[in-house]
């Protein structure tokens, strides 16, 4: 047996040992003997001499994304019932395919990735690798501690508001939020288009920049920068900080500025202001996606979720134009402000993430807490990366670089510069 398939039989051995609470937790579908198989096609592809910058990676799939064979759905009960088998993969995952790597079974999140805490009660809720009864972040939460209990190399997810990001912090990996037009959403089921991005999480940035090039179709190459100018901000981002994280964050500053980097104030307040127009934006184009299904959803939905959902209809006529407008004016603000700054630099979240327990006791002000932070960057159409923080323990990815859109090469550098 080749080392490839060798490491493939190891990894779903090690995941098929996990209790099987814990494995449906994670996986929505784990079917060892399809992963068998297309690993053995991989194979016989390397042996025939095919180049494959992505061979023998192994990589796990939100269930967002299509792929040709399976059912898509969403973390939902709806979905699931429905049976939609997808013809054809999603444009990311084809490309990953074609590239070598090997999908390694399609990870749970939370329904129709409606949540930055990551809570499913259909499959259940995976704890974060790095603390028992904590949450793994959401909506990518399956795909994150896929990464972090190293049953794959990397993880395909989402990001609205914070769901790359948040699980990223959570279990201690790398996630970027790509700029939202970076990756081609085609065949990826949508929360709010306005603010949808694809991208992944990994263990390292070398491998997420890898896939993310794939994932892409275009290079991530930056020069390695050299004096970065950071921004601080005042006013956002740094507002109302738990003292746990307030104290990782200013060790974190003191840490980059002695590495030689330029730290430098920012104000931030006006954007800080507008965080109410995501929930806004992105119940409206919920609503349209899911309104003929409103009254399903009241018997095998979320009921977290379709709270969220229902809020559109709270709507006043005309509000879903005025956030954009005033959204519009904040994205073009944010650009002036990001003038002379290699990026900002900011804590992933304003506290560390909470127990499962408490989350479920009082669902609206801690999934409110973990988005804060997060969702912001796609109020102001950017980019943004989570990468582990060192000092802290356990070594969650608190520290977070973030850039204008289409800034993700050079963002990636500065990730590099100061991890």
Same mark, same amino acid.
């Given at each position: 047996?080749?080392?490839?398939?060798?490491?493939?039989?190891?990894?779903?051995?090690?995941?098929?040992?996990?209790?099987?609470?814990?494995?449906?937790?994670?996986?929505?579908?784990?079917?060892?003997?399809?992963?068998?198989?297309?690993?053995?096609?991989?194979?016989?592809?390397?042996?025939?001499?095919?180049?494959?910058?992505?061979?023998?990676?192994?990589?796990?799939?939100?269930?967002?994304?299509?792929?040709?064979?399976?059912?898509?759905? #969403?973390?939902? *009960?709806?979905?699931? +019932?429905?049976?939609?088998? /997808?013809?054809? $993969? !999603?444009? %990311?995952?084809? &490309? =990953? @395919?074609?590239?070598?790597?090997?999908?390694?079974?399609?990870?749970?999140?939370?329904?129709?990735?409606?949540?930055?805490?990551?809570?499913?009660?259909?499959?259940?809720?995976?704890?974060?690798?790095?603390?028992?009864?904590?949450?793994?972040?959401?909506?990518?939460?399956?795909?994150?501690?896929?990464?972090?209990?190293?049953?794959?190399?990397?993880?395909?997810?989402?990001?609205?508001?914070?769901?790359?990001?948040?699980?990223?912090?959570?279990?201690?990996?790398?996630?970027?939020?790509?700029?939202?037009?970076?990756?081609?959403?085609?065949?990826?089921?949508?929360?709010?288009?306005?603010?949808?991005?694809?991208?992944?999480?990994?263990?390292?940035? #070398?491998?997420? *920049?890898?896939?993310? +090039?794939?994932?892409?179709? /275009?290079?991530? $190459? !930056?020069? %390695?920068?050299? &004096? =970065? @100018?950071?921004?601080?901000?005042?006013?956002?981002?740094?507002?109302?900080?738990?003292?746990?994280?307030?104290?990782?964050?200013?060790?974190?500053?003191?840490?980059?500025?002695?590495?030689?980097?330029?730290?430098?104030?920012?104000?931030?307040?006006?954007?800080?202001?507008?965080?109410?127009?995501?929930?806004?934006?992105?119940?409206?184009?919920?609503?349209?996606?899911?309104?003929?299904?409103?009254?399903?959803?009241?018997?095998?939905?979320?009921?977290?979720?379709?709270?969220?959902?229902?809020?559109?209809?709270?709507?006043?006529?005309?509000?879903?134009?005025?956030?954009?407008?005033?959204?519009?004016?904040?994205?073009?603000?944010?650009?002036?402000?990001?003038?002379?700054?290699?990026?900002?630099?900011?804590?992933?979240?304003?506290?560390?993430?909470?127990?499962?327990?408490?989350?479920?006791?009082?669902?609206?002000?801690?999934?409110?807490?973990?988005?804060?932070?997060?969702?912001?960057?796609?109020?102001?159409?950017?980019?943004?990366?989570?990468?582990?923080?060192?000092?802290?323990?356990?070594?969650?990815?608190?520290?977070?670089?973030?850039?204008?859109?289409?800034?993700?090469?050079?963002?990636?550098?500065?990730?590099?510069?100061?991890?």
């Amino acid at each position: 047996m080749s080392p490839f398939l060798t490491r493939v039989e190891d990894a779903i051995a090690r995941t098929e040992a996990l209790p099987a609470a814990t494995r449906r937790a994670i996986f929505t579908e784990f079917t060892p003997a399809r992963i068998r198989a297309e690993a053995a096609a991989l194979a016989a592809r390397a042996a025939a001499g095919e180049a494959m910058p992505l061979f023998g990676t192994l990589i796990s799939v939100k269930d967002l994304y299509d792929e040709a064979g399976q059912v898509t759905g #969403a973390g939902s *009960r709806l979905l699931a +019932e429905r049976g939609t088998v /997808a013809a054809v $993969d !999603a444009v %990311a995952v084809a &490309r =990953l @395919r074609r590239a070598g790597a090997l999908m390694f079974g399609r990870t749970s999140m939370s329904e129709f990735a409606y949540s930055g805490v990551g809570l499913n009660p259909h499959h259940g809720t995976p704890e974060s690798a790095l603390a028992a009864g904590v949450i793994p972040g959401g909506s990518s939460s399956g795909a994150a501690v896929s990464v972090a209990l190293g049953l794959c190399d990397a993880a395909l997810g989402t990001d609205t508001g914070g769901s790359l990001r948040i699980p990223a912090a959570a279990n201690g990996i790398w996630g970027l939020k790509p700029s939202a037009d970076l990756i081609d959403a085609t065949g990826i089921f949508p929360l709010a288009g306005t603010f949808d991005s694809a991208g992944a999480m990994a263990g390292t940035e #070398a491998l997420l *920049r890898q896939v993310t +090039e794939v994932m892409a179709g /275009a290079p991530l $190459d !930056a020069p %390695a920068p050299g &004096r =970065l @100018r950071l921004g601080l901000p005042t006013g956002a981002f740094t507002e109302g900080l738990s003292p746990e994280v307030a104290t990782l964050f200013a060790a974190e500053t003191a840490r980059i500025a002695a590495l030689g980097h330029e730290l430098v104030p920012v104000e931030m307040a006006e954007i800080g202001a507008g965080i109410g127009l995501n929930k806004i934006i992105v119940a409206a184009e919920a609503l349209a996606i899911h309104r003929a299904d409103l009254e399903r959803l009241e018997t095998v939905g979320d009921p977290r979720v379709l709270s969220r959902i229902r809020f559109a209809l709270t709507l006043a006529p005309g509000a879903l134009d005025d956030a954009l407008t005033e959204r519009a004016r904040l994205v073009a603000l944010f650009e002036a402000r990001m003038q002379g700054l290699d990026a900002l630099l900011v804590p992933t979240l304003m506290q560390l993430p909470p127990t499962i327990a408490a989350v479920e006791a009082n669902f609206d002000a801690l999934n409110a807490a973990m988005l804060r932070n997060t969702s912001l960057v796609n109020l102001v159409d950017g980019c943004a990366v989570a990468l582990p923080t060192p000092g802290a323990e356990p070594r969650w990815s608190m520290t977070m670089l973030v850039g204008r859109k289409g800034a993700d090469a050079a963002l990636l550098a500065a990730a590099r510069a100061i991890a």
